[in-house]
């Protein structure tokens, strides 16, 4: 599901080019976006927000921590008179690579404080166990397995390397544990965290009702959908989470959308509304797959769905999409099993749906 345009050819208000385009631009009083790159085809950038207060700079989410991020980090904030030392905290939507590891890195060096949502805290502990004996394997093959792709599972695993194990310094534990709704004072504005789950288990957008704006994550986005399912440990019924947090979200007032990535867009209302029809839609064809083809594990159901933007065909896709689709897939036929609409069973060959 995108908007009218995609993300790769976006142009933004603030900034009047693509949304990508390196500067610190301004998108309110006291409010920079500055868009960090990332080392990934799909997503070209993440969007960190830089918000000024008498204490300091807050940044909401803090890029991937890689040096060309960082360096054009530094030379942004340079460019608006103030540099990583101004920083006195990170407010960090979720967990994700993108979003926590250059905050948690940067507020170390220099004692800013670090905020992330409290039901992060299990994948936190889990990551640093991946390849040093506590886990042997990325948990993201078994979620694969059972999704009924193991060929995707074992690809994954094959294009994996000691190189590619976490650094314990990207994900060090925040110094504060964001747990339930809660306002967060960021100079003289007073911004609602509001917990929203489904993308991630700890995912969290704030809200400055005020200033009637929405730093959105990756929770509500303006041309694309967030990914769900991709997440560890496993979450029951994630897509049920993610639909319930957008309506949580809807009945906040309609706000100018912030997000990690893509354009600032006008209405928080209108997208998400587009986000439910969306997925709505991909419930309908999901259970008229399993209606057609009979009991089938999300890889093959996943084959039926178009995919991108494009309408893209499940075997068309690239390795790491597959897998993505997969879970996405299954998170799907999860909520249909939770509406009592399908059965499940775990089988050899991963868990087989049903239409009821």
């Known amino acids: 599901m995108t908007s009218g345009v995609s993300t790769a050819h976006a142009v933004s208000p603030d900034s009047g080019e693509h949304w990508s385009a390196e500067g610190a631009w301004p998108v309110a009083p006291g409010i920079h976006r500055i868009p960090l790159p990332l080392p990934m085809d799909g997503l070209k950038a993440i969007n960190v927000y830089v918000v000024e207060g008498d204490d300091g700079l807050t ?84 979620i694969l397995r059972s999704a009924g792709a193991p060929d995707v599972a074992e690809a994954w695993a094959a294009g994996r390397s000691e190189e590619d194990l976490p650094d314990p310094k990207d994900w060090a534990l925040p110094d504060t544990w964001l747990d339930g709704d809660t306002t967060v004072q960021v100079g003289a504005r007073a911004i609602d965290a509001v917990h929203t789950p489904g993308h991630t288990p700890g995912h969290y957008v704030f809200a400055d009702r005020a200033d009637g704006l929405l730093f959105a994550g990756d929770h509500v986005l303006p041309t694309i959908t967030p990914s769900i399912g991709f997440t560890f440990p496993v979450e029951p019924d994630p897509l049920g989470s993610f639909l319930a947090s957008l309506t949580k979200v809807r009945a ?105």
């Open 252 to 356: 906040l007032p309609d706000l100018r959308i912030l997000p990690a990535h893509g354009p600032v867009a006008p209405s928080s209302h209108a997208r998400v509304d587009e986000l439910l029809v969306h997925h709505e839609d991909r419930l309908a064809h999901c259970l008229k797959s399993l209606k057609e083809r009979g009991p089938s594990v999300a890889a093959v159901v996943a084959g039926d769905l178009g995919w991108t933007r494009h309408e893209r065909s499940y075997a068309d896709l690239d390795l790491f999409n597959k897998g993505m689709a997969a879970m996405e897939t299954k998170a799907h036929l999860e909520l249909l099993v939770a509406r009592g609409e399908a059965t499940e069973e775990q089988t050899a060959d991963g868990i087989v749906y049903t239409a009821v």
């Open 59 to 142: 940044l909401i989410d803090g890029g991937w921590a890689i040096p060309v991020a960082r360096e054009l980090l530094d030379r942004c904030l340079r460019s608006i008179g103030s540099g990583f030392g101004d920083i006195t905290r990170f407010l960090v939507t979720h967990v994700h690579r993108d979003h926590y590891t250059m905050a948690t890195v940067l507020g170390h060096e220099y004692g800013a404080e670090v905020a992330l949502g409290l039901p992060e805290r299990p994948a936190l502990e889990l990551l640093h166990g991946i390849g040093r004996g506590e886990l042997t394997e990325s948990p993201f093959l078994a």
